[in-house]
């Protein structure tokens, strides 16, 4: 009997692994022979060139540009998206009149479009747009060609429009977690003596942590991979100041057509994003105490 159960569950798997197959699996392995190739689209013949594109990519001044500006990108949105939309959760997981159109409202945005999004900011930040005349209507300096046209602005001003994309659907993950807190834990605390602040401190946050973990992971890849805004507004400019990783990847390989190199450049991303994403396992599943 034990056989045809078997049997029946890797029949029923077959679609998902056919489709892990051809769709991750190979490509990832395919993706890796080419970092060791000169391919191109365009050229007659592939050569065998092994770790060449690896080292010319430690020697390429945009890539590593890309490297620190993706850099910027996650430490600048990551802990500031987390703390925001922990903030947010707190605010409506209480009992008030109406907090389900709050819920909905902090959401909305993060099922929106991010072309959408990233269209409607473009014109907010642009000289003459609302953005724009609001920052000089507080006394404020912004750049004369617009927030996205000078280099010290236009990666923050892509920061901020991220951050406030992301906020609200990691506010609905926070809003789970705090929700299947037991009620008895804050009784115990307040019996106890203990604040508002300690409650949070040694309740809350402790009993978040799964939730913390996530969210901190999840968002750091996503921030890794940024690209739909980068291509939609600044196209990596002005002066590469908004080149990222994930967006050199795709001017190396579809639009130089230099695919070897490209895979080279994805694959190093990828080691960053797994060895990152290890030491946050690491850290916040043993490291951090509240």
């Known amino acids: 009997m034990k056989r045809p159960i078997a049997f029946s569950g890797?029949?029923?798997?077959?679609?998902?692994?056919?489709?892990?197959?051809?769709?991750?699996?190979?490509p990832l392995i395919y993706s890796f022979i080419l970092s060791l190739t000169n391919?191109?689209?365009?050229?007659a013949d592939t050569q065998w060139v092994g770790w060449a594109n690896y080292a010319r990519l430690l020697a390429d001044p945009d890539f590593l540009i890309s490297l620190a500006n993706t850099a910027?990108?996650?430490?600048?949105?990551v802990p500031v998206t987390t703390v925001i939309s922990?903030?947010?959760?707190?605010?409506?997981?209480?009992?008030?009149?109406?907090?389900?159109?709050?819920?909905?409202?902090?959401?909305?945005?993060?099922?929106?479009?991010?072309?959408?999004?990233?269209?409607i900011f473009s014109n907010l930040y642009a000289r003459d747009g609302y953005l724009y005349l609001l920052a000089r209507l507080i006394g404020l300096n912004p750049p004369a060609e617009g927030f996205l046209l000078s280099e010290k602005t236009a990666l923050l001003s892509i920061m901020a429009m991220d951050v406030w994309t992301a906020a609200g659907y990691y506010m609905l993950v926070?809003?789970?977690?705090?929700?299947?807190?037991?009620?008895?834990?804050?009784?115990?605390?307040?019996?106890?003596?203990?604040?508002?602040?300690?409650?949070?401190?040694?309740?809350?946050?402790?009993?978040?942590r799964p939730v913390m973990l996530f969210v901190i992971v999840i968002n750091s890849i996503k921030s890794f991979q940024v690209f739909v805004e980068i291509f939609v507004m600044t196209k990596g400019g002005p002066l590469n100041a908004t080149l990222t990783g994930v967006y050199f990847v795709y001017e190396t390989g579809l639009r130089r057509f230099d695919f070897g190199y490209?895979?080279?450049?994805?694959?190093?991303?990828?080691?960053?994003?797994?060895?990152?994403?290890?030491?946050?396992f690491k850290f916040l599943k043993t490291g951090w105490t509240a």
């Not at 029949?11 to 190979?26: D, E, K, S």
């Not at 910027?72 to 949105?77: K, L, N, P, Q, R």
């Open 10 to 26: 890797w029949l029923l798997l077959l679609p998902w692994i056919a489709i892990f197959l051809v769709f991750w699996f190979f």
């Open 86 to 119: 922990l903030g947010l959760a707190l605010l409506v997981n209480g009992r008030f009149p109406g907090r389900a159109i709050f819920r909905a409202a902090y959401f909305l945005p993060s099922i929106t479009a991010m072309v959408v999004i990233a269209l």
């Open 72 to 77: 910027i990108f996650v430490v600048g949105t």
């Open 174 to 208: 926070f809003l789970g977690g705090l929700q299947t807190i037991p009620d008895e834990l804050y009784d115990a605390a307040r019996i106890a003596g203990a604040s508002r602040w300690q409650q949070f401190w040694h309740v809350t946050l402790p009993m978040l």
């Open 262 to 280: 490209a895979s080279a450049a994805a694959y190093v991303i990828f080691l960053i994003i797994a060895l990152i994403s290890i030491v946050q």
């Open 39 to 43: 391919y191109r689209l365009l050229a």
